[in-house]
């Protein structure tokens, strides 16, 4: 893995669900792999896990109404 990406580099992005709840929870797995052959061909360069929340009634959870509309 690296700190930065050259510039002008091809990059592969690979994103995977590796969950989504109904109460709104969600996390993906994600990587990026360098692109082409050779030595650095193919082998990756960063990965992650994102979590996220997705809430059924974004006002309200941005008003602070009870739960967001989470269930």
Partial sequence: EVPAFADGSVLH????CAM?????????ECRIDAAGVGAAGGATLAR?????????SVNDFLDGSSNGGVV
């Avoid at 992005?13 to 995977?16: I, T």
């Fill in 13 to 16: 992005v690979h994103v995977h």
């Fill in 20 to 28: 989504q709840g109904e109460n709104g929870l969600g996390a993906f």
């Fill in 48 to 56: 992650a896990t994102v979590t996220v929340f997705q809430p059924k």
